[in-house]
């Protein structure tokens, strides 16, 4: 039975979240709210809310987790090229925060396979941007001639990046916002960027899965840790990408 969180309620210790054979593996908790306060207290134990509309809040915790170890990223030829390109071209430019409801809702309406519809409603587009003016959220934006073409949200915490969704108006524009996240987080001593699901495409870019325990572990050393106090986007971070300097 998924305990029912009223909005005092503490989440439930995470290894009892539903498991592997069930039909919900790492469902956790049901209801509560969105606030900040609640959301800062889930992503700092790898807890995270994902539910589609007519749904309650949805609490999970999955196990395995999908990370990317950004000394580990995978930056591949046509990527490199891309980059290369991007950074010559006059009018192109990474913005960190510049419109970050934009951002969301472009990710909210960019198509996902086997899905019909989005997650990311109305509900979780105000608390994200509730949290987004307290500072506890993100965007990290491609931009090319005064336009988004693609980029990226996700949530930081000390020395964790919670990385959430991310869109595309053209080719290789997320993969370029995600480069800039790498890089940005290489430059601010980031160890791991959390993707939450396994999927082939992050695989491929260096993602890989650790254990929940594992995970776990790790939050508890880097989110007490200060984080990043100045979010903009400086080229030099660039060179962080060997080869792309």
Known sequence: MIPWLEPQTPFPDTATA???DTEAPGLLAAGGDLSP?????AYSNGIFPWFSAGQPVLWWTTDPRMVLPVAEFKLSRSLRKAIQKFR???????RIDHDFA???????????DGQNGTWIGEDMQRAYGRWFDQGGVHSFETWCDGELV??????SIGRMFYGESMFTR???ASKIALAA???FCRAHQIPVIDCQQDTAHLASMGGRTWPRQA???HLNQVVPEPGPQIWSYDERFWSCLDGTA
């Open 18 to 20: 539903l498991g592997p």
């Open 37 to 41: 306060s609640r959301l800062q207290q």
């Open 88 to 94: 010559r071209t006059p009018g192109c430019e990474i």
């Open 102 to 112: 934009q951002v969301m809702a472009a990710c909210a309406q960019a198509p996902r």
């Open 150 to 155: 693609g980029g990226l949200y996700g949530v």
């Open 170 to 172: 053209q080719t290789d």
């Open 181 to 183: 996240l790498v890089c």
């Open 215 to 217: 995970f776990e572990a």
